[in-house]
């Protein structure tokens, strides 16, 4: 019943959906959200993606690992506004030693898209900040997501 | 699949349920939940309270009917961690003519109690920001709630 | 010039000032300061009270102490508006041996009294989250504030 | 002495400054500033920007006139830390009709160089959304800018 994974859902081409409920914390003066909460939604699905392969960041922390976005690319197209239901995907599109490169689209249930995201996301020490290769068990996951 | 509302759940007791993911976006450099962002969870828990009665937000605001919190009385028993899965409880303690008192609860999986909440929200016109009484609709649904 | 500190004044009775002006990021789709939001605008002038007596958080940290918001009464009067420049107010009201209680006040330009908070702040080892005594630093330098 | 305009300053070549303090508000379970705040930091320098020119975004508002983010491309070099004292500054790169094309960087004490960020503003009809020229007061000012 309480199950914050259900509701998740992956398209035949490997592209992962994470569902996003528009909130008032979301929003500004202008009545729509706020564009920097937008990359909060994109964050949420790309976590999402990585639980879907098993893998959660907690673990990664404790084991020093951690991820940092090293560019951004986004496009706003159209407002979401409070109360809309979004849902954001996730695709990875390249795959380097110590990064990863996602596209992201945001839609709403009208299936207009309203921004979309090139993220490159980093791999890093935790405590020193510095790059270092993707954890095999990150990359394992990766492999057999695409094999499926 | 994709559906926002499939995750929320009523006790016999009439207490609201919904569940909450911890992400990166609501933590600090302390390791844990910013203490401020128990707010945002408190309040998404109690808008899907009201949407669970068949009423929103946004169709309130263009009614220029809104609603803000007066009071609030928040004690921090135990931080929430990256990854948790919290549940957030909402109550209606007190309903006035022109406010409603609600308790709240945050608790996590492992049933641990990590924030009580007890929160004065006050309805008021958009345009001026004046006290107003609660809308019809609305006193309508929780009573019909109340009975049921 | 680019002096972050100089903006911020104590009055005769002793309680310190720290001015925040809102911006689009504070507001919500009701065209006010979203309530947690204040929340942010009080720690913000708690840090800078601190810092004010020569202590600094990440410093802090690196020495495993941090601190958590225990317990929290907020009293939201009127609401603050994009642009608006505020005034955050900053007492401590009591001292124990591992936590402060502050009285905090928030008001606009016109002197109108927006909100009011008193927060109890726990001193804690930041790796395990557990009380501990507020460092000697800390307390010498409360004191010396105290007499001068 | 509670002044929050006495800390901008502008560089021979026309570059505007802000300065921002990070509070642990900003900061992630990384220790770091997370990704989507240095975005409130770019806003905010860009609103003071404009607020140096004379103008607001309050009474942009009244007259139905808002601002929206039409495209971002950030890079992220190097992290903000708790407590850093950092400096956003924002250049005008183009103008168009209906947009503005803004420059920034956002640097710390040492002088590093955090992020960079290429941020395409569209003025637009707040109700509608729909794209609308940039006021004439808006452009004046800028013109006026230009030519001091």
Chains 1, 2, 3, 4 share one sequence.
Not at 14 to 36: L, S
Not at 109 to 122: M, Q, R
Request: contains cysteine; glycine residues 6%; charged residues 25%.
């Amino acid at each position: 019943m309480n199950d914050l994974t259900s509701t998740s859902f992956a398209t035949p081409d490997g592209e992962f959906h994470w569902p996003v409920r528009v909130y008032i914390e979301d929003t500004d003066a202008g009545g729509i959200v706020f564009y920097a909460n937008y990359l909060k939604f994109m964050e949420r699905a790309r976590t999402e993606f990585v639980r879907s392969l098993g893998l959660n960041l907690r673990e990664g922390l404790r084991d020093n690992i951690s991820y940092v976005v090293a560019h951004l690319d986004v496009r706003y197209i159209k407002s979401a506004l409070l109360d809309d239901e979004l849902t954001v995907s996730v695709s990875l599109a390249k795959q380097g030693r110590v990064y990863m490169q996602f596209d992201q689209k945001i839609t709403n249930k009208k299936n207009e898209l309203l921004v979309t995201g090139h993220v490159k996301v980093a791999c890093v020490e935790l405590c020193t900040g510095k790059p270092r290769p993707l954890p095999e068990s990150l990359i394992a996951a990766l492999n057999a997501r695409r094999i499926a």
